[in-house]
């Protein structure tokens, strides 16, 4: 079993629509979780992270956690062309563990 | 610049040849972690560092890695012997552990090994 598992899609939303990325790991102990996007060609960079269970809200980004299941949901809305990357979630333990990705989802928004 | 710094952009080996990569991290950040990663992947972790360090390297990485960071600075990335299977794009990451939580990973723009 993964530590962190993602689908790997792609994943095709229309322009404006929601696109959700879904996200589960296998630590428990884990308690920092992560969203990351990686354009093609680039480098990742962090746009969201939650270390409490329910909803946090960034812009048209909003994280989900919940702890009990071990998954973590990152939801786009309005979503834009700009927005086509590959979304990477990781994790990691408070206290000085090292950071685990996901394999990434990549998303396609279709104007 | 305040970003993270990697160093060559690309490599182009032969197999058998050893290669070293240099990554400079932000100035303040404690921390400092190398990754792999082949297309259509996650980033796959390699070994990171608190100041000089060597916190952890992988399990899945052979003898013919191997890493340093002289002085807490910047980091060296060493592969011995080079196989066709190690090429990959070799990211670096730098952060700092705020109050021991919050882990923020900023990324260089990774050195792109291909061996042929």
């Known amino acids: 079993q993964k530590e962190v598992e993602q689908n790997s899609g792609p994943l095709s939303v229309p322009e404006g629509a929601i696109a959700s990325l879904n996200c589960t790991y296998s630590d428990r102990g884990s308690q920092s979780f992560f969203w990351y996007r990686q354009y093609s060609g680039k480098s990742p960079e962090l746009i969201m992270f939650?270390?409490?269970?329910g909803d946090k809200e960034d812009g048209r980004f909003t994280a989900q956690l919940n702890k009990a299941s071990q998954y973590v949901s990152l939801l786009i809305r309005d979503s834009q062309p700009s927005d086509s990357a590959t979304y990477l979630c990781?994790?990691?333990?408070?206290?000085?563990?090292?950071?685990?990705f996901g394999a990434g989802t990549r998303l396609f928004v279709k104007a | 610049d305040t970003g993270v710094s990697q160093n060559p952009r690309h490599k182009i080996t032969k197999r058998g040849q050893n290669v070293t990569f240099r990554c400079d991290p932000i100035?303040?950040?404690?921390?400092l972690y190398w990754y792999r990663q082949t297309l259509g992947q996650g980033p796959e972790f390699l070994t990171y560092f608190q100041n000089e360090a060597q916190l952890e390297k992988s399990r899945l990485l052979s003898d013919r890695f191997s890493a340093e960071r002289p002085k807490g600075s910047f980091s060296t990335l060493e592969i011995q012997r080079t196989e066709q299977g190690d090429s990959a794009m070799y990211l670096c990451?730098?952060?700092?552990?705020?109050?021991?939580?919050?882990?923020?990973?900023?990324f260089g723009s990774g050195t792109q090994l291909s061996v042929l």
């Open positions: 100035s303040e950040h404690n921390r």
């Open positions: 990451a730098s952060s700092s552990l705020d109050h021991g939580t919050n882990e923020k990973l900023f």
């Open positions: 990781a994790v990691n333990r408070v206290g000085g563990f090292k950071t685990i």
């Open positions: 939650i270390y409490s269970n």
